[in-house]
C-alpha cells in the first residue's frame, strides 16, 4: 500500500473515529473522504478498507453506484448545471450547450483539456423556482439567460489569474 | 410446523413456511424458467423471467424465485400474456448480447441459449446494442467476457458469500453495470485466488475457462515429446455429464482408454499421487503432533486456490501449512523423475499433462520455483474435465462405450484413501487412516471416519490416537473456512490451546468434485450424487484402503524416495509459502 | 440550557409566545411595530437572502428602529421565482427580487415614512400587488403541513414551541396509548405522500405489531423528483414538525431510534436538521426519558449521494446500511423486516409533517378536509410554463384547473395550456381536457398518472410531448440501479425508440415495441422505479397519438410503371 501521509491520516482518523462505531457507516464515512479530497483516492479507499475490515470491493461498489462519489481528482472549477424538469423546460439543454462552447469541451465530454473546468449535468438542485440554475462550486446562479455564459465565466477566469 | 396451503394452477400444494413459489411448483412438477435463480445461491431478483401471477391478489404479478407462498394464495404459473412477458424480457435480455453463440465457451451448455431456444426466439426485434468488450485471461485460470454477461448476479453472490474472496463486484449503475473486480482492475490483480465457481455458476458464456487444448495437441504432434497423462480423483465421476449420463457415474477406466487413444503413453492417475500426499503429510502430522504440538493445527494444502486465499488473508497461519504439495504436483515430479527411469526415456523429453476439475490448477503448476522440482516445470499443462471431454468429442471416441482399460501403474495404482481425496472430508478421512498407522503401528478396523463426510460446510469430529483425542475440522467453501480461521486465529491471540488439532480446507464446496473445471451445471444433488460416486469407488477397493498399503506406494518408497520426510522427499514433494498482497496495486 | 419535562412545557412555551406574539397577530402592532420576515430557504438564500438580512439589521440598527423593528429569517414562502422575498407586517406585503442595495429605499420609504414601496412588489397580471391576501398563488390554498413556513424561523425551537410546536407529542406522552394514536389517524384517513398513498395507520400498526429487538423509524427526506421542492422545504423551513412527528411515530411502534435520510445536495435542510436536533436534544424533546417520561427516542441523520432509486424504501434501508442502494424483493415489506433486519417503518417528510396537527386536532377535523379516499391537503412544485410558479399546499380534491389558472395564474405569454405533469418520471401526462379532474390519489391514478410526491409541471403549446417523455426516460435511463433486467434495459430501449422520433426516423413497429416493453417493465420490475417509468410514455402515447405518428418515417411508394 502506499504510505499515506501522516496529516492525512489524522484527518480521515478523525471521521472514522466518530462514524466507525456505528452501524452501516460507510457512506457518512465516503462524504467525509469525499469532503476533504474532492474524490476518493485509491490508497484512502484501501486505508479505509483495512480500517473498517471491509472488502475493497465493497467500498468501490459503492463509491460507482452513488453518483456524489468520484473515482478522479475534481476539476478546479465544477460546473453543475441543473437538468431536473423545471430547468430543462426552462432551457437547460442550451445552457450547456453554450458553456461547453466555450469552453471548449466537446458535447460528450466533461472536462477541459488541462481539466481545470467540468461541466456536468445535476438533478434540481433544489431552486426550481429560479430555473434554470447552475452551480459553479459551491455558489448557486439563477434565472440564467445564454447570454449570461459569457461573462460569467469571464469574471470566473479574472478571479482565477488574481 | 404448520404448513401453508394454497394453489398453484389450480392444484393445491401444502409447504412448509417461507417456501418459495418456485420450489412449491416444482413439488407438483412444474417448471417455472429462471435465469438469475441458482440453486446454491440467495435469489437475486433480477431477471424477472420467473413472474407468475397471483389471481387473488389484483393479479399482481411477482417473482416466483423470492417469494414465499402464503396461504390461500391462487398462483398461475403459465398463461399466455406470462409468457408474452417473460418472452419480452428475454428480447430485451438478448438485445444486450451478442450473436455469438458459434464463438462461444458455453455453446450447447448455457442457459440463456436454452431459454432462447425454448421460447422460439427468431429475430432481435429491438435494436442491438453489444459493446465490444475486451476479455480478461489475465489469470490464464478463467477468461472473462464481459460482453455476454447478463448481470444475474450469480458470479459476484458466489465470490463474495461462498467464498468470500470479494474479487468480484458490481460496478457503476444501470445500463453500465459491470462485474469486474475493484476499480475496473484485471482479476490478476485482485484477491481473486481462481477457483472458477463462478465460472460453473454463470449461466452464460460470460466466464469460461482458460483454453490450454492447443498446448496438449501441439505437445501430442512432437514425436519429439513423450506425453504423459493423470486424471484427478474428481474427474471420473463427473465427465459422463458432458456424455450425457446422470451425475455419480464413475467412468475411471473408460477415460483411460480414451486417453490412451488420444496418444498418450503413459496414463497415470492423481490419486497415486494422492496416496504419496497421505504418506507424507500423515507422517507431518503425526511428526507435528509427537514432537512440536506449537505448530498445531497442521492445515491441508492440496486445493491451490486456498493455498492463494491463505497467503492473501491469513499468511500469519503459514506455519500451520502442510508443505506437502498437491496430489497433481507429487504425480508431475515423479512422472519426470522417477518414471523416466523405470521405461528408460530420457526425464527430459516428458510432457506432463494433468486433468484436473479445477481451474486453479492452471495456475498452481508454477506457482513457486518448487513447482520445478524436477528441473523443468513437473505438469507442462492443466485441462480442465470440460476440456477433456471436447478433445474426445474431437478425436471421434465413442466414449461411452470404450471398452475399459487398466493405468499404467507405477503411476496409476490407487487406495480407496486415495480416490475420496475429490470430496470434502476426503483428505482428512485418508490422512487419518494413515497417521493412526503411523502413530500406533496398527491398523485400524474400521476405516469410515462418517463424521467427516457429507456436504455441511463446516463438519468437526474427534477421535482418538494413542489415548490422546484428536479433534479435527473440515472445512469447504472459503466462506466456511473463514470461520474456523478465525476460531484458530482467536484462539492463538488469546494463547488458548488450539480448537483443532488438523484442519482440511477445500476451496470449492462440496471439494474438488464441485470444482470450477468440471463440466454442466451445479447444485447439492450434483455433488452428493458425485460425493457418493467416489466412495463407492474406495469401497470397491476392497482390500486396499489405506495408502501406506498401497503396493506400488512401497515400491515409490523403497526404489526411490527411501521414507516419508526424507531428504528426497523434501526435496520432490514439498514446498514453501510466502505472504502476498491481495490487491497488486 | 434545563431541560423540559411535561409539567414544565407550558409555562416555557407561553414565555416563547410573549416573545412572538405580535408576530402571530399583527393587528397589535401599533406605533410604527414591524415584524420583518426574510426568506431564507435555498431559493432565496442562493441569491444574496443573507446579505439582505445582514444589511436590513445594519440599516435599521443604523436609524436606531431596533426596537421597533423586529427582524427575522423564516422559510420559503413559496413563490421563490421571485426572490429573494422579504415579508412585513403589519401591512402583510411581501418585497419581490429584492438586492441588497434596495434595502435603504425599503427602511427609508416603508419603515421610517410608511410608504410601501409600490416598486418591489410582485407583478400580478392585474397590475402590482404585494398584499398576501391579493397575491394569487395564496387563493384558495389551505396550510396544515407548511403552516409554519414563512412565519417562524426555522432555527429556533423556542419559535416552534412557541406556535404550538411539540404539543402533539406532550399529548400523546401524557397519557395516550399507541392503540389510540393509531386509532386517530386512521380515522383521520391520512395516506402516504410519498408516492403510493398507503394508509399511514396500517404501516404503524404492521410495525407495532412486528417483533424485533429494536424497531426503527426513518424518515425519507430523499425527494428525489426533479423539479420538486415540497419536501426540502418542509425540512428547511420547519424541521422540528418532522422531529416531533418522528417521536410520536416511535413511540408508536415501539421505536428507539429513528433517521432522517437526507438527499445530500440538500446543504441547508441538512444543517437546520441537524440544528434543530441539536435544539430538540438540549430540552430533552430527544434522547433519554423525552419529557422526563419513560420514553427515549434518538435521532440521527444520513445523507444520500445522489441516487434517485434511494427513494424506494428498500434501497433506502440498503443504502443507510452502507451499501449499494439496490432496491430488495418485498414480502418481507421494511414494517416487518428493514433496517438490519428489524421492523422499521419509513415515511416521507410531508406525512410527517401531518402527524401533529391531527393529533392536537383529532382525526376527525383532519377527515374532514379533502375527497372520499383521500383526506387533507397536499403540497406541490408548481413550476413549468405558469405564469406564478411555487410551493403551494391545497385542499385533496381541488382541480387542476383551478390550481394551474387561479394559483398559478394561468399560462405564461399568453399561450395555450397542453397538459400537467404530476408524479415525476412515474407519472404521466394529463391533457387539458381533463383538468376538471379533482386531485386525489384513485383519479389521478385512472388518468395513467400518480399523486407522486408532488411535483407538477405544466406544459403549453410549444412544449412537444415525444419530448418531454423523452426527458423523463433518460432521467430514468440514468436512475435506474440496474439490477434488473427489464429496467435497466427497456428504459434504455423505449428511449432509443424515443431518440428516432426525436429525429422523425420512428419505425411503424416502433408503437408495438413500446407498448411490449412498457408492459414488460411494469410488470416485470423489481422495485417501483422500473413499474411506472414507462408511464410518461404511455399517458402521452394515449393523450398525443399524434404527435408520436406523425415522426414516424412511412415507407416510400415505389412507383412502378
Ligand atoms: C423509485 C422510487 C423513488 C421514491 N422516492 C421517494 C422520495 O424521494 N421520497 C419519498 O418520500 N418517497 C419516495 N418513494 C416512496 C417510498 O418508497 C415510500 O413508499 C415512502 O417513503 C413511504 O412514505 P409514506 O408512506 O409516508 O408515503 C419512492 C419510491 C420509488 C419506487
Ligand atoms: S420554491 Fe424552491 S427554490 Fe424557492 S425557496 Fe422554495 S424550495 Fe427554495
Ligand atoms: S452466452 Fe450463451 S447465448 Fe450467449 S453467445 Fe454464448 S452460448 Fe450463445
Ligand atoms: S444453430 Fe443456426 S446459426 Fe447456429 S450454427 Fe446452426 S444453423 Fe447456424
Ligand atoms: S475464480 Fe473464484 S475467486 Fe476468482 S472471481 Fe471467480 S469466484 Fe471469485
Ligand atoms: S458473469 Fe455470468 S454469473 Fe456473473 S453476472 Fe454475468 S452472467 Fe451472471
Ligand atoms: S485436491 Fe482436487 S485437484 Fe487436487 S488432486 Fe485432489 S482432486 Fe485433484
Ligand atoms: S477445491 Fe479442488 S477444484 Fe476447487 S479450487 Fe481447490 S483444488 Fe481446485
Ligand atoms: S426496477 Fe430499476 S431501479 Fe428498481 S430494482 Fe429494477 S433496475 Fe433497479
Ligand atoms: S429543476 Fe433545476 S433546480 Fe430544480
Ligand atoms: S429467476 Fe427469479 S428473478 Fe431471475
Ligand atoms: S426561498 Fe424565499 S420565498 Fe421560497
Known amino acids: 500500500m502506499e504510505t499515506l501521509h501522516e496529516e492525512i491520516t489524522d484527518e480521515i482518523r478523525a471521521i472514522l473515529d466518530k462514524w466507525k462505531p456505528k452501524e452501516g457507516n460507510l457512506i457518512m464515512i465516503l462524504h467525509g473522504v469525499q469532503q476533504r479530497y474532492g474524490y476518493v483516492p485509491w490508497n484512502i479507499s484501501k486505508f479505509l478498507a483495512s480500517e473498517l475490515s471491509v472488502p475493497l470491493a465493497r467500498i468501490f461498489e459503492v463509491v460507482t453506484f452513488y453518483n456524489f462519489f468520484n473515482l478522479e481528482a475534481p476539476a478546479d472549477y465544477k460546473i453543475s448545471v441543473c437538468t431536473g424538469t423545471a430547468c430543462h423546460l426552462k432551457g437547460a439543454p442550451v445552457l450547456i450547450q453554450g458553456l461547453k462552447k466555450q469552453l471548449k469541451i466537446s458535447p460528450k465530454a466533461q472536462y477541459t483539456e488541462d481539466r481545470k473546468f467540468k461541466v456536468e449535468e445535476v438533478r434540481c438542485v433544489g431552486c426550481c423556482g429560479l430555473a434554470p440554475a447552475m452551480v459553479i462550486n459551491e455558489e448557486v446562479y439563477g434565472r440564467l439567460k445564454p447570454e449570461d455564459i ?6 470566473i477566469k479574472i478571479e482565477e489569474t488574481s | 410446523m404448520t404448513m401453508i396451503r394454497a394453489k398453484i394452477n389450480n392444484l393445491p400444494v401444502e409447504v412448509e413456511p417461507g417456501t418459495s413459489i418456485l420450489k412449491a411448483a416444482k413439488l407438483l412438477n412444474i417448471n417455472i424458467p429462471v435465469l438469475c435463480k441458482h440453486p446454491d445461491l440467495k435469489a437475486s431478483a433480477a431477471c424477472g423471467i420467473c413472474v407468475v401471477r397471483i389471481a387473488n391478489y389484483n393479479n399482481k404479478m411477482l417473482r416466483a424465485c423470492t417469494t414465499a407462498v402464503e396461504e390461500d394464495m391462487e398462483i398461475i404459473t403459465h398463461d399466455p400474456e406470462l409468457t408474452k412477458l ?3 424480457i428475454l428480447e430485451l435480455i438478448l438485445s444486450f448480447h451478442p450473436n455469438d453463440c458459434l464463438n462461444c465457451g458455453r455453446n450447447g451448455s448455457c442457459e440463456l441459449q436454452d431459454l432462447a431456444a425454448s421460447f422460439s426466439i427468431r429475430e432481435t426485434r429491438f435494436d442491438p446494442n453489444v459493446e465490444k468488450k475486451e476479455r480478461d485471461g489475465s489469470t490464464e485460470a478463467i477468461v472473462m467476457d464481459a460482453a455476454k454477461c447478463i448481470k444475474c448476479g450469480r458470479c459476484i453472490e458466489v465470490c463474495q458469500e461462498i467464498q468470500d474472496v470479494w474479487a468480484l463486484t458490481f460496478l457503476d449503475r444501470s ?8 476499480g475496473d482492475l484485471s482479476l490478476a490483480e485482485s484477491p481473486c485466488i481462481k477457483c472458477g465457481q463462478c465460472k460453473i455458476h454463470c449461466p452464460t458464456g460470460a466466464i469460461y475457462e482458460y483454453d490450454d487444448t492447443k498446448e496438449v495437441y501441439k505437445a501430442l504432434l512432437d514425436e519429439e515429446k513423450y ?5 484427478a ?26 486417453l490412451r487413444r488420444l496418444g498418450f503413453k503413459g496414463v497415470f492417475d492423481t490419486n497415486f499421487g494422492a496416496d504419496v500426499t497421505v504418506m507424507e503429510e500423515a507422517s507431518e502430522f503425526a511428526e507435528i503432533l509427537t514432537n512440536h504440538p506449537e505448530r498445531l493445527p497442521l492445515i491441508t494444502t492440496c486445493c491451490p486456490s486456498w493455498v492463494d486465499f491463505m497467503e492473501k488473508r491469513y499468511h500469519d497461519l503459514i506455519p500451520n501449512f502442510s508443505s506437502c504439495k498437491s496430489p497433481m504436483q507429487i504425480t508431475g515430479v515423479l512422472s519426470k523423475t522417477y518414471y523416466p527411469d523405470t521405461i528408460s526415456v530420457k526425464p527430459s523429453k516428458i510432457f506432463s499433462v494433468a486433468v484436473m476439475p479445477c481451474t486453479s490448477k492452471k495456475t498452481e503448476v508454477k506457482r513457486t520455483e518448487e513447482m520445478f522440482a524436477s528441473g523443468k516445470q513437473d505438469v507442462d499443462v492443466v485441462i480442465t474435465t470440460e476440456e477433456l471431454a471436447r478433445m474426445i468429442r474431437q478425436a471421434g471416441i465413442d466414449f461411452i462405450n470404450l471398452p475399459d482399460e487398466e493405468p499404467d501403474y507405477v503411476l496409476g495404482a490407487y487406495s480407496g484413501a486415495g480416490t475420496i481425496f475429490g470430496a470434502t472430508g476426503g483428505v482428512m478421512e485418508a490422512a487419518l487412516r494413515s497417521a493412526y498407522h503411523f502413530i500406533t503401528k496398527e491398523h485400524l478396523t474400521k476405516v469410515e471416519f462418517n463424521d467427516v463426510r457429507g456436504i455441511k460446510g463446516i463438519k468437526t469430529a474427534e477421535t482418538t490416537i494413542n489415548g490422546k483425542t484428536i479433534r479435527v475440522a473440515v472445512a469447504h467453501g472459503l466462506g466456511n473456512v473463514s470461520r474456523v480461521l478465525d476460531e484458530v486465529r482467536s484462539a492463538k491471540e488469546k494463547g488458548e490451546e488450539t480448537p483443532y488439532h488438523f484442519i482440511e480446507v477445500m476451496a470449492c464446496p462440496g471439494g474438488c468434485i464441485g470444482g470450477g473445471g468440471q463440466p454442466g451445471k451445479i447444485s447439492n444433488q450434483i455433488r452428493m450424487a458425485r460425493i457418493d460416486a467416489l466412495y463407492e469407488d474406495d469401497k470397491e477397493q476392497r482390500s486396499l484402503r489405506t495408502s501406506y498399503n498401497n503396493p506400488y506406494i512401497k515400491i515409490l518408497y523403497d526404489k526411490f524416495l527411501g521414507k516419508p520426510l526424507s531428504k528426497k522427499s523434501k526435496e520432490l514433494l514439498h514446498t514453501k509459502y510466502i505472504a502476498r498482497p491481495q490487491y497488486v496495486k | 440550557m434545563e431541560k423540559l419535562t411535561l409539567k414544565t412545557t407550558q409555562r416555557y412555551r407561553e414565555q416563547q409566545r410573549a416573545v412572538i406574539e405580535k408576530r402571530l397577530k399583527p393587528d397589535q402592532l401599533t406605533g410604527g411595530q414591524m415584524e420583518v420576515m426574510v426568506c431564507r430557504s435555498t431559493g432565496c438564500e442562493s441569491i444574496e437572502a443573507k446579505r439582505i438580512l445582514e444589511r436590513l439589521k445594519k440599516v435599521v440598527n443604523s436609524k436606531g428602529l431596533d426596537d421597533k423593528i423586529h427582524i427575522t429569517q423564516t422559510g420559503c414562502f413559496g413563490f421563490c421565482e421571485k426572490g429573494p422575498i422579504v415579508k412585513v407586517l403589519p401591512e402583510n406585503v411581501y418585497y419581490v427580487m429584492v438586492k441588497p442595495d434596495d434595502i435603504e429605499e425599503i427602511v427609508e420609504k416603508h419603515f421610517v415614512e410608511g410608504n410601501i414601496v409600490d416598486s418591489m412588489l410582485m407583478e400580478e397580471q392585474q397590475g402590482k400587488t404585494g398584499r398576501r391576501e391579493e397575491i394569487s398563488l395564496f387563493k384558495k390554498q389551505m396550510r396544515i403541513v407548511l403552516r409554519n413556513n414563512g412565519r417562524i424561523d426555522p432555527e429556533s425551537v423556542n419559535e416552534y414551541i412557541a406556535v404550538d410546536g411539540y404539543t402533539a407529542l406532550e399529548k400523546v406522552l401524557n397519557g395516550m396509548t399507541p392503540e389510540e394514536v393509531i386509532a386517530t389517524l386512521k380515522l383521520a384517513g391520512l395516506r402516504g405522500r410519498g408516492g403510493a398513498g398507503f394508509p399511514i395507520w396500517q404501516k404503524w400498526t404492521n410495525a407495532r405489531k412486528a417483533i424485533g429487538e429494536n424497531k426503527f423509524i426513518i424518515c425519507n427526506g430523499d425527494e428525489g423528483d426533479p423539479g420538486a421542492f415540497m419536501d426540502s422545504s418542509v425540512l428547511e423551513g420547519d424541521p422540528h414538525s418532522v422531529i416531533e412527528a418522528m417521536a410520536i411515530a416511535a413511540y408508536t411502534i415501539g421505536a428507539s431510534k429513528g433517521y432522517f435520510y437526507v438527499r445530500a445536495e440538500y446543504g441547508l435542510a441538512i444543517r437546520r436538521i441537524q440544528v ?3 435544539q430538540a436534544y438540549a430540552l430533552g424533546l430527544l434522547g433519554k426519558n423525552v419529557l422526563g417520561s419513560d420514553f427515549s427516542f434518538d435521532l440521527e441523520i444520513r445523507l444520500g449521494a445522489g441516487a434517485f432509486v434511494c427513494g424506494e424504501e428498500t434501497a433506502l434501508i440498503a443504502s443507510i446500511e452502507g451499501e449499494r442502494g439496490t432496491p430488495r424483493p418485498r414480502p418481507p415489506y421494511p414494517s416487518i423486516s428493514g433496517l438490519f433486519g428489524m421492523p422499521t417503518v419509513i ?10 396537527p391531527i393529533i392536537n386536532n383529532g382525526g376527525e377535523w383532519f377527515a374532514s378536509i379533502g375527497t372520499e379516499t383521500s383526506k387533507g391537503t397536499k403540497v406541490f412544485a408548481l413550476t413549468g410554463k405558469v405564469n406564478v410558479s411555487g410551493l403551494i399546499e391545497v385542499p385533496m380534491g381541488t382541480t387542476i384547473r383551478e390550481i394551474v389558472f387561479d394559483i398559478g395564474g394561468g399560462i405564461a405569454g399568453g399561450k395555450k395550456v397542453k397538459a400537467v405533469q404530476t408524479g415525476g418520471p412515474s ?30 409541471i405544466v406544459m403549453d403549446e410549444d412544449d412537444s410531448m415525444v419530448d418531454i417523455a423523452k426527458f423523463y426516460i433518460q432521467f430514468s435511463v440514468d436512475e435506474s440501479c440496474g439490477k434488473c433486467a427489464p429496467c435497466r434495459i427497456g428504459n434504455y430501449q423505449i428511449l432509443q425508440i424515443l431518440e428516432r422520433f426525436g429525429k422523425k426516423r420512428g419505425k411503424e413497429d416502433d408503437l408495438e415495441k413500446l407498448h411490449d416493453i412498457a408492459f414488460a417493465m411494469k410488470k416485470g420490475s423489481l422495485c417501483g422505479l422500473g413499474q411506472t417509468s414507462p408511464n410518461p410514455v404511455i399517458s402521452t402515447l394515449k393523450y398525443f397519438p399524434e404527435e408520436y405518428n406523425e415522426k414516424i418515417r412511412k415507407p416510400k411508394i415505389v412507383q412502378t410503371k
Open chain 1, 150 to 155: 459569457e461573462p460569467t465565466l469571464e469574471t
Open chain 2, 86 to 88: 417473460r418472452r419480452t
Open chain 2, 175 to 182: 445500463y453500465q453495470v459491470r462485474m469486474r473486480p475493484a
Open chain 2, 227 to 231: 506425453c504423459v497423462v493423470q486424471i
Open chain 2, 233 to 258: 480423483p474428481a474427474v471420473r465421476v463427473s465427465i459422463g455429464e458432458a456424455f450425457g449420463l446422470e451425475p455419480g457415474k464413475n467412468l475411471t477406466k473408460k477415460v483411460y482408454a480414451a
Open chain 3, 276 to 278: 434543530a436536533i441539536d
Open chain 3, 347 to 356: 415515511n416521507n417528510v410531508e406525512t410527517l409533517a401531518n402527524i401533529a
Open chain 3, 427 to 456: 407519472g404521466g401526462i394529463i391533457p387539458e381536457k381533463y383538468f376538471d379532474t379533482p386531485i386525489d390519489y384513485e383519479s389521478l391514478n385512472s388518468l395513467g398518472s400518480m399523486m407522486g410526491s408532488g411535483g407538477m
